[in-house]
């Protein structure tokens, strides 16, 4: 099993552009996919009257695996991206040989978080993400620390964001908002897993992360110190150096 891939999926609203800073620590040990995720990035939204669900996100992952024909891969995934890789987990758990949970959580929307991510939904439907959308996100997943000192990831960030399509945004915020909670699944996912939070995560924080971890039967918790909510931008280096540390395949 040392061979196995490893497969990242990206946050919301950006696309798989967040994980370069990582890729050159990662790719000298592992094969790394990091695919953009239905209607973000350059991969488009399928025209489709069904309603948004991470489901249909986790179907898309499946699909490249078997385009690729890859049997098994260790799958994670930051903030929405952890919640397809669980979407993946549930619907087929024997693709799934290992976890890397970074900055997200098991438990669903409370009814007013996934209004407020509906009511986003309508404005990037109907106004786009550019002049408001990193605006009004960046606070929330930076941390301080990076806000003030990192300019430049800041901006990357920023201009990740503003690329993207409203109609992506829309469907991914809706598909967020409907998603179900998933405790239980990850109680009876026995496998390697390692959870990875920005030590001031203020979306996901690190009490969160440490729930997600003993929820795991084989879960490892690590806390990346002066980050936020998008640890792969602020500290990739140490989200390497956790994913590498702990990468139980031989």
Not at 107 to 129: C, K, M, S, Y
């Amino acid at each position: 099993m040392a061979d196995l891939p490893l497969v990242l999926l990206h946050a919301f609203p950006v696309d798989a552009r967040m994980w370069r800073p990582l890729r050159d620590g990662l790719t000298a040990r592992h094969r790394l996919i990091t695919p953009d995720q239905r209607g973000l990035g350059r991969t488009p939204l399928p025209e489709t009257d069904r309603e948004p669900t991470l489901d249909d996100a986790a179907r898309d992952v499946i699909a490249l695996l078997d385009k690729l024909e890859l049997e098994q891969v260790v799958l994670g995934g930051c903030s929405m991206g952890g919640y397809v890789t669980m979407a993946v987990l549930r619907a087929a758990p024997e693709r799934v040989a290992g976890l890397v949970l970074i900055d997200t959580k098991a438990t669903a929307d409370t009814p007013e978080a996934a209004q407020a991510r509906r009511d986003l939904a309508g404005r990037a439907e109907a106004e786009g993400v550019g002049g408001w959308l990193a605006e009004a996100m960046l606070p929330n997943l930076v941390s301080a620390s990076t806000r003030e000192t990192r300019p430049d990831v800041v901006e990357s960030l920023r201009g990740l964001i503003d690329s993207q399509q409203g109609a992506g945004v829309a469907w991914a915020a809706r598909a967020m908002a409907a998603r179900p909670d998933s405790t239980e699944l990850l109680t009876a996912a026995d496998v390697p897993a390692v959870v990875i939070v920005g030590e001031e995560d203020g979306l996901t924080p690190p009490d969160a992360a440490q729930a997600l971890a003993e929820a795991l039967p084989k879960g490892e918790l690590v806390v990346v110190p002066q980050a936020g909510h998008l640890t792969p931008l602020e500290a990739p280096a140490m989200v390497s150096e956790a994913i590498l540390g702990w990468w139980p395949f031989g």
